[in-house]
T-cell receptor
Framework: DAGVTQSPTHLIKTRGQQVTLRCSPK?????VSWYQQALGQGPQFIFQ???????QRGNFPDRFSGHQFPNYSSELNVNALLLGDSALYLCASSLEGRGSGIQYFGAGTRLSVL | AQSVTQPDIHITVSEGASLELRCNYSYGATPYLFWYVQSPGQGLQLLLKYFSGDTLVQGIKGFEAEFKRSQSSFNLRKPSVHWSDAAEYFCAVGLFSGGYNKLIFGAGTRLAVHP
């Protein structure tokens, strides 16, 4: 049973560029959440996707956008990259419905902005 | 606003010693509480969770945690630490509304284990 997979593992970009990160949820899961983990900090919630719609968003600017596909996989897009966007980006999947609040995390994508 | 505080940034223990990692939360209702562990270069692995019921919960790898409502705490414990337990530990509160769920994490506690 495959867990949550993310790609790529590492990414280096320069300021002003755009980046796309990808996530495949755990088998049987239908909800994907994205988190940003800056160095030395805990993960911070970016947004959550369910049924191909964004249904909850954290305190992140519109430069951060996402998408969920019919197979439940998801993408995180960041435009106009800033140095401060350098972080580990974690994807978590879960199953919709009360009592299913357990989120399973992937290994993350390490983004470095130069 | 909801928040999670992990007062200890770094903790060092000797192998075989007992361990307690502290977690305090701020939340208006009965919280859903989690402990995750992150090894270097890895994602987060769920150690244990508290949703309701017995306030002492057992997790994987010999860890347990106790929910104390009066103290707004959810401390993680292990009676005997192994060198492989060296990692970063995160406490989190789960917020659920209308079916969606999101996690609010503490800043983490980095555990070092001396041989």
């Amino acid at each position: 049973d495959a867990g949550v997979t993310q790609s790529p593992t590492h990414l280096i970009k320069t300021r002003g560029q755009q980046v796309t990160l990808r996530c495949s949820p755990k088998s049987g899961h239908d909800t994907v959440s994205w988190y940003q983990q800056a160095l030395g900090q805990g993960p911070q919630f970016i947004f959550q996707y369910y049924e191909e719609e964004e249904r909850q968003r954290g305190n992140f600017p519109d430069r951060f956008s996402g998408h969920q596909f019919p197979n439940y996989s998801s993408e995180l897009n960041v435009n106009a990259l800033l140095l401060g966007d350098s972080a580990l980006y974690l994807c978590a999947s879960s199953l919709e419905g009360r009592g299913s609040g357990i989120q399973y995390f992937g290994a993350g994508t390490r983004l470095s902005v130069l | 606003a909801q928040s999670v505080t992990q007062p200890d940034i770094h903790i060092t223990v000797s192998e075989g010693a007992s361990l307690e990692l502290r977690c305090n939360y701020s939340y208006g209702a009965t919280p859903y509480l989690f402990w995750y562990v992150q090894s270097p270069g890895q994602g987060l692995q769920l150690l244990l969770k508290y949703f309701s019921g017995d306030t002492l919960v057992q997790g994987i790898k010999g860890f347990e945690a106790e929910f104390k409502r009066s103290q707004s705490s959810f401390n993680l414990r292990k009676p005997s630490v192994h060198w492989s337990d060296a990692a970063e530990y995160f406490c989190a509160v789960g917020l659920f509304s209308g079916g969606y769920n999101k996690l609010i994490f503490g800043a983490g506690t980095r555990l070092a284990v001396h041989p």
